[in-house]
C-alpha cells in the first residue's frame, strides 16, 4: 500500500492510503524520488540523479536512465510518450511520462523543479 499524498503531504484525514491508478501513478513518483543510496535497507535502490542524470550526463542516457526507472516500476507495463527538460541555469529539471498500467489504464506522471529539494 502507499499512503495517499496531496500536494507532497500525507493525508491525515479521509482516504489514507492510495488505490488502484492513483496508488500506481505515486509508485511512479516515489521511485523517481527516491535517490541513489538514500534508501538504508538497499543502497542499491534509487535514481542515480548525481552519477547519471544531472551535471554533465548526455541527454539521452538521462533518458535512458529515467525510462528504466520508470518501467521498472510493480503496476507500470510500457510508457507512451516520455519527455525530460533540464534548464541548467534555473536548475530546474521537468520530467513527463505517459505511462500504461497493468489494467491497461493511461497515467500522466509529472515530476518538476530543482531534484536537490526532492530529497
Keep these: 500500500m502507499i499512503r495517499n499524498f496531496v500536494n507532497g503531504d500525507i493525508v491525515t484525514s479521509g482516504e489514507h492510503f492510495a488505490k488502484g491508478k492513483e496508488a500506481t501513478r505515486q509508485g511512479v513518483i516515489r521511485r523517481l524520488r527516491l535517490f541513489l543510496g538514500e534508501y538504508f535497507l538497499d543502497a542499491t535502490d534509487g535514481t542515480p540523479w548525481f552519477s547519471g542524470i544531472l551535471g554533465k550526463t548526455d541527454q539521452d542516457f538521462a533518458e535512458a536512465t529515467l525510462k528504466r526507472r520508470i518501467i521498472t516500476t510493480p503496476g507500470i507495463i510500457g510508457i507512451s510518450s516520455f ?37
Design 83 to 119: 519527455s525530460l527538460t533540464m534548464e541548467q541555469r534555473e536548475r530546474r529539471i521537468t520530467v513527463q511520462a505517459s505511462v500504461i498500467d497493468v489494467n491497461n489504464e493511461q497515467l500522466l506522471i509529472e515530476l518538476s523543479g530543482d531534484p536537490l529539494s526532492m530529497l
